[in-house]
């Protein structure tokens, strides 16, 4: 299949209301994108990172109550899953898309990425697009700025990382639900694939 983009009703999906419901709506409407978007992104990935990397549709297994509040899929060098690894991200709230870079709690890497992070926090500052945004909680569509934060910003993110069980990080782009970009499959692609391409170094320096 082909790759063609997302539109309002994608994101509509994401606002249906209750689990059931809800989760109707992103298996018919969104999961398919998700899963054609996986194998087209694959193997610009796998050559960009020197290992395969291979796709992870969100389930949302563990849900009994709430309805899912976004919808992803995530690539790593494992088959059996990607929590634990870090890894690279697109997915939706019913706002925007992000792409991103991300280190969740489950990942034993996260030492090592606030080490590098701590070490390196002003050349992050400079090499990091300003227009990238950070975020130290996958749950919340809220993130900051690239160009608003410091090396002390990113220090103290550093050390949150390291010191708070529960702490996790990512970094990346987010396009408002509006932007024509989302519609044009081409398009979109190649922006995923230069962002990761921009994330690359952060992705290598957690390992």
């Known amino acids: 299949m082909t790759f063609n983009g997302f539109t309002n009703q994608d994101f509509d999906a994401l606002t249906v209301?209750?689990?059931?419901?809800?989760m109707e709506s992103i298996i018919a409407q969104i999961r398919p994108k998700l899963e054609t978007l996986g194998s087209t992104i694959s193997p610009y990935l796998s050559a960009l990172c020197g290992e395969e990397m291979y796709?992870?549709?969100?389930?949302?297994?563990?849900?009994?109550?709430?309805?899912?509040?976004?919808?992803?899929i995530a690539w790593a060098t494992s088959k059996r899953g990607y929590k634990a690894l870090p890894h690279f991200e697109v997915g939706m709230f019913s706002t925007h898309l992000f792409i991103i870079f991300?280190?969740?709690?489950?990942?034993?890497?996260?030492?090592?990425?606030s080490n590098y992070l701590?070490?390196?926090a002003s050349k992050a500052v400079k090499e990091i697009?300003?227009?990238?945004?950070?975020?130290?909680?996958h749950m919340a569509p809220e993130g900051k700025l690239h160009q608003d934060l410091n090396s002390a910003s990113l220090k103290a993110m550093a050390e949150k990382l390291k010191t708070v069980k529960k702490a996790e990080i990512m970094c990346g782009l987010r396009l408002d639900r509006d932007?024509?970009?989302?519609?044009?499959g081409v398009?979109?692609?190649?922006?995923?694939?230069?962002?990761?391409?921009?994330?690359?170094?952060?992705?290598k320096a957690a390992f």
């Open 179 to 184: 932007d024509p970009l989302l519609s044009d």
């Open 102 to 113: 991300a280190i969740i709690y489950e990942s034993p890497n996260k030492a090592v990425f």
């Open 129 to 137: 697009p300003g227009e990238f945004y950070w975020s130290m909680d």
């Open 118 to 120: 701590q070490k390196h």
């Open 187 to 203: 398009k979109l692609v190649e922006t995923i694939e230069s962002t990761f391409a921009a994330l690359l170094p952060l992705y």
């Open 55 to 72: 796709p992870h549709v969100a389930r949302h297994a563990r849900r009994k109550v709430n309805p899912p509040k976004d919808t992803w």
């Open 17 to 22: 209301p209750g689990l059931e419901p809800r």
